[in-house]
Structure formats: C-alpha cells, structure tokens
C-alpha cells in the first residue's frame, strides 16, 4: 500500500494555515480534480487525486481531526476515525454553491463520499435473531458453536450493483442523477426522493440476471458463535453484519444470538453460583468419611467431617460459574442429605438397639 502524502503538503497549504485558506485551496484543488471536468485519458487519475484531496479537507478543515492530525499524523487519524467518521460533520456544500455547479453533488464520486453512510443506514438490511439452546456447562466456560441461517448476501454475479455484469447505470432523467426532486409552491419549496429512482440518482436498464436487480441473494450460511463464559438464560450476543445484506450495497444487518440455557438434572444455577444434593449413610455422618461429588468438571472427592448433620451445606470455592462481566468464579454448595434405613436386617437392629442403650447411659 502507498504510504499517503502529508495532508498538508496534498493542499499546498502550510502547518499554519488558517480554516480560510484550507478552504479555499481545496475548493480550486476541487473544480480542476473533479472526474467530470477532465478527459477520459486522465479519469482514474482525477478520480484519485480527488479523493485525495477530499480526504485532506476532511481533516484540516475539523479543528479536533487537525489536531489529531497534528499529534500523532496519519496514524492519530487512521487509529481513530473510520472511513465514514472521517467525513461526517464535513459541509461541502456551502464551498460550491457560488461556482455555477448547481448538480455537483449529485456525482457519483461525491455520493461514494459524502453520502455513502447516509445511504448505508437507509439501506440497511434487516436485524435477524436466532434463538440458541446450550447446556450448563457450554454456559459455565462457554464455547464455539456453529450455526446454520439463510439471509441475504451481496449478489457473487453483481458484487451488489444489481446491474448486469459489463453494463452500466445511468443517471436518472428526471433528476438528472440528484436522487432528489425539488417541488415549488408560492414561496415555498420542498425536496424528495426522485420517484423514478427513489433516491440513488441511478437507473439500471440491464439488472444482474442472478438477483433480478436487486444486488442480494438468498443464501444458507454457516455462522460460528462464541459463547462466553458466564452467559445465562435471556443472554444477547450481537453479531455485527451477519444480518441481512442491505439493498443498493446498504449497510448489513447484525445477527442476535439470543441464549436459552438448558436445565441441568444433578447441578442446579443461582446467578454464578451451582448447588447440588447428595446423600449419604447415618454412619457416614456420624463418623465421617470421603465422598464423590459431582461439579461441572466432573467428580471430586469431598470430606465430611464426623457429626455432620442433615441439611448441612458445604462449600466447594471456585467450582461455579465464570462471572461474565468480570474476573472470578462463583462456588458450588453441596447439601447433606443423610439417609435413614428402612429395610434393617436383625442384626442391624441388634446394633442400633446395643447403640442406644450406650447413648442413654
């Protein structure tokens, strides 16, 4: 990629330079650089240098993106505004209106420019949402998940033009390609979007056989969804642009992924933290012992301590859910059931009758 040339330099202005003279250097830079005002010979090279020169403008001519540009030069720029962020706010119209260039704007090179965010958000395609059922535990730790969805996709055939490959459009004759007509009434005046070509400037005479003209297809797709760590039930992940391709190369749609965490049998969620039950023999409590547990990362061992009652609830530090939005993990409880026989053998009840007769003395 060429390395750009200094915003400065491409103006013939100098670091010092006030807002007035940046101006009117880009407006002369402009008339001579237009597309439109040179031979076909020199059309792609106008068209760059235009869009050069735009660019320039666009920064100095905006006392914060100068001073950025100041600071830190192109990469201040670069690292900080996209490509639509660049031009927005940047009023270009009041630099011509006094030069005889009434339809100047309604080029194509300044729509590509000036107007491409706002005709990207009035195109936009269409939000989808998609409901996803995952276990406990892809919730706990979170995973990769593939999904399949059919929307829209820019057209192969076309790249999005919806005219036929090797054609071109034309400008629209009753705007004369302003995408806008301008109704008087007495002393009053309105604009709207041209009914011909509702708004683009373009007519399309040959449209793309592929989409029909419209510059999107219906396609199945293959989405793979991160789920993070930490999701619950009601979760949204928004997936930027895997909506529905906008019309007329309009700005995609974005994909919401929109969680439904399944119930788990043994291990039961509240907010980060897992509880479960297990049981375990009189003896057992009575004594103590070592018993398995079950946690989302399979079976550990866990003491129960002599004398440990029903009910007790014991806590497993670190064995919950990943916190979401911040670092850490929650714990698990384990509740004590302990089991009282129902079936003692003759012996058995020989024992306990020998146990009770010590306990009373």
Same mark, same amino acid.
């Given at each position: 990629?060429?390395?750009?040339?200094?915003?400065? #330099?491409?103006?013939?202005?100098?670091?010092?330079?006030?807002?007035?003279?940046?101006?009117?250097?880009?407006?002369?830079?402009?008339?001579?650089?237009?597309?439109?005002?040179?031979?076909?010979?020199?059309?792609?090279?106008?068209?760059?240098?235009?869009?050069?020169?735009?660019?320039?403008?666009?920064?100095?001519?905006?006392?914060?993106?100068?001073?950025?540009?100041?600071?830190?030069?192109?990469?201040?720029?670069?690292?900080?505004?996209?490509?639509?962020?660049?031009?927005?706010?940047? %009023? !270009?119209?009041?630099?011509? =209106?006094?030069?005889?260039?009434?339809?100047?704007?309604? %080029?194509?090179?300044?729509?590509?420019? !000036?107007?491409?965010?706002?005709?990207?958000?009035?195109?936009?395609?269409?939000?989808? #949402?998609?409901?996803?059922?995952?276990?406990?535990?892809?919730?706990?730790?979170?995973?990769?998940?593939?999904?399949?969805?059919?929307?829209?996709?820019?057209? *192969?055939?076309?790249?999005?033009?919806?005219?036929? *490959?090797?054609?071109?459009?034309?400008?629209?004759?009753?705007?004369?390609?302003?995408?806008?007509?301008?109704?008087?009434?007495? !002393?009053?005046?309105?604009?709207?979007?041209?009914?011909?070509?509702?708004?683009?400037?373009?007519?399309?005479?040959?449209?793309?056989?592929?989409?029909?003209? #419209? $510059?999107?297809?219906?396609? @199945?797709?293959?989405?793979?969804?991160?789920?993070?760590?930490?999701?619950?039930?009601?979760?949204?992940?928004?997936?930027?642009? =895997?909506?529905? @391709?906008?019309?007329?190369?309009?700005? *995609?749609?974005?994909?919401?992924?929109? /969680? #439904?965490?399944?119930?788990?049998?043994?291990?039961?969620?509240?907010?980060?933290?897992?509880?479960?039950? /297990?049981?375990?023999?009189?003896?057992?409590?009575?004594? $103590?012992? =070592?018993?398995?547990?079950?946690?989302?990362?399979?079976?550990?061992?866990?003491?129960?301590?002599?004398?440990?009652?029903?009910?007790?609830? !014991?806590?497993?530090?670190?064995?919950?859910?990943?916190?979401?939005?911040?670092?850490?993990?929650?714990?698990?409880?384990?509740?004590?059931?302990?089991?009282?026989?129902?079936?003692?053998?003759?012996? =058995?009840?020989?024992?306990?009758?020998?146990?009770?007769?010590?306990?009373?003395?």
């Amino acid at each position: 990629m060429a390395q750009k040339r200094d915003y400065y #330099e491409v103006l013939g202005v100098s670091k010092t330079a006030s807002t007035e003279e940046i101006k009117e250097s880009y407006r002369k830079l402009a008339l001579q650089w237009h597309p439109d005002r040179v031979g076909l010979s020199r059309k792609k090279e106008a068209e760059e240098k235009f869009k050069e020169i735009s660019e320039a403008y666009a920064v100095l001519s905006d006392e914060n993106k100068r001073a950025q540009y100041d600071q830190f030069g192109h990469a201040g720029i670069d690292s900080r505004y996209t490509r639509e962020d660049l031009f927005r706010g940047v %009023d !270009f119209g009041d630099l011509f =209106e006094n030069f005889g260039f009434g339809d100047f704007f309604g %080029d194509s090179i300044f729509r590509d420019f !000036f107007g491409a965010r706002r005709e990207r958000i009035r195109n936009k395609g269409q939000d989808l #949402e998609y409901h996803l059922r995952i276990s406990l535990r892809d919730a706990a730790f979170g995973r990769e998940i593939p999904i399949n969805i059919s929307h829209h996709e820019i057209c *192969p055939t076309c790249k999005g033009e919806g005219m036929k *490959p090797g054609t071109r459009k034309k400008a629209c004759t009753q705007c004369r390609g302003a995408g806008e007509v301008r109704y008087s009434q007495g !002393f009053f005046s309105i604009s709207q979007p041209c009914p011909r070509c509702h708004g683009s400037g373009e007519i399309i005479e040959s449209p793309c056989p592929e989409c029909r003209g #419209e $510059g999107r297809v219906r396609k @199945a797709h293959k989405i793979l969804v991160k789920i993070p760590p930490g999701v619950n039930t009601g979760s949204v992940l928004k997936l930027r642009e =895997e909506g529905e @391709a906008g019309i007329k190369k309009g700005a *995609p749609g974005d994909l919401y992924v929109v /969680i #439904e965490v399944e119930q788990d049998s043994i291990l039961k969620r509240n907010e980060d933290d897992i509880y479960c039950d /297990i049981s375990i023999i009189f003896v057992h409590a009575a004594l $103590g012992a =070592e018993v398995t547990v079950p946690t989302l990362e399979g079976d550990v061992k866990m003491k129960i301590p002599p004398g440990t009652q029903n009910g007790k609830l !014991f806590r497993l530090r670190g064995k919950g859910i990943f916190h979401l939005q911040y670092g850490g993990r929650g714990d698990e409880y384990v509740r004590v059931n302990v089991q009282v026989p129902t079936d003692l053998s003759a012996r =058995e009840k020989e024992l306990l009758l020998e146990f009770s007769r010590l306990r009373e003395k």
